[in-house]
């Protein structure tokens, strides 16, 4: 018995899939277009997504939010878990990406539960809390710029409300957080958001060894 979490080799990270997940035809699907397309290692894994859709139910959730949604794969997740009656704000910037997610959404029957934001997200979360929004949020999943995710932090955490969760993407950047070669600004910024976090007394913490690293955030 190991005392740490042991290292997922393929073949046992292919028996972890082969036992426990429960991905559905259309989250397949879309998962294997989007393997298809450039940049398609910005997906989350599918045993992360089933992971963020028991935490959804778990808590229960009816208003959650996305920052980041590429092709829609973590989105759908959400909105599956959600209830006919929850609603999920999804982020992002690009037209191309979101078109892909929406043409999924749509098969999937959960487009009425998706408001999709076309623009900054910074400025997207700011309008919810100008809004009226601010402690309204069950759940926020934040996987975009890495160097603004001290700014997507705190605005999520404001629209959370007491109770909420956020899980925060990335955060062993592919081990490069402990590899000092590594200058970039989005590894610098991965660094200080973790820093930050480990002295954040508004909230609760784990660090989940799950994929690339996911932080999870539970507002006191």
């Given at each position: 018995?190991?005392?740490?979490?042991?290292?997922?080799?393929n073949d046992l990270y292919d028996?972890?899939?082969?036992?426990?997940?429960?991905?559905?035809?259309?989250?397949?699907?879309?998962?294997?277009?989007?393997?298809?397309?450039?940049?398609?290692?910005?997906?989350?894994?599918?045993?992360?997504?089933?992971?963020?859709?028991?935490?959804?139910?778990?808590?229960?959730?009816?208003?959650?939010?996305?920052?980041?949604?590429?092709?829609?794969?973590?989105?759908?997740?959400?909105?599956?878990?959600?209830?006919?009656?929850?609603?999920?704000?999804?982020?992002?910037?690009?037209?191309?990406?979101?078109?892909?997610?929406?043409?999924?959404?749509?098969?999937?029957?959960?487009?009425?539960?998706?408001?999709?934001?076309?623009?900054?997200?910074?400025?997207?979360?700011?309008?919810?809390?100008?809004?009226?929004?601010?402690?309204?949020?069950?759940?926020?999943?934040?996987?975009?710029?890495?160097?603004?995710?001290?700014?997507?932090?705190?605005?999520?955490?404001?629209?959370?409300?007491?109770?909420?969760?956020?899980a925060v993407d990335n955060v062993?950047?592919?081990?490069?957080?402990?590899?000092?070669?590594?200058?970039?600004?989005?590894?610098?910024?991965?660094?200080?958001?973790?820093?930050?976090?480990?002295?954040?007394?508004?909230?609760?913490?784990?660090?989940?060894?799950?994929?690339?690293?996911?932080?999870?955030?539970?507002?006191?």
């Amino acid at each position: 018995m190991s005392m740490k979490t042991i290292q997922i080799t393929n073949d046992l990270y292919d028996y972890l899939l082969s036992v426990s997940l429960r991905e559905s035809a259309i989250l397949r699907e879309l998962r294997e277009e989007t393997a298809t397309m450039p940049r398609a290692n910005m997906q989350i894994s599918p045993e992360q997504g089933q992971f963020m859709a028991l935490l959804i139910e778990l808590l229960g959730a009816q208003k959650t939010l996305e920052v980041g949604v590429f092709t829609g794969y973590s989105a759908l997740w959400t909105a599956l878990a959600l209830p006919s009656a929850g609603r999920l704000v999804a982020c992002d910037i690009n037209p191309d990406w979101t078109a892909v997610a929406q043409r999924y959404w749509q098969r999937a029957g959960v487009a009425n539960k998706i408001d999709l934001r076309l623009g900054p997200a910074i400025e997207t979360l700011d309008q919810l809390i100008e809004g009226g929004e601010a402690g309204t949020f069950d759940f926020a999943f934040i996987d975009a710029k890495k160097e603004e995710y001290e700014d997507y932090y705190q605005r999520s955490l404001e629209l959370l409300r007491p109770g909420g969760l956020i899980a925060v993407d990335n955060v062993l950047r592919n081990g490069r957080v402990i590899d000092p070669s590594f200058t970039d600004e989005d590894t610098g910024a991965i660094r200080a958001f973790n820093l930050a976090r480990l002295e954040d007394e508004r909230v609760t913490l784990s660090m989940v060894p799950i994929a690339d690293g996911l932080t999870l955030a539970r507002k006191r």
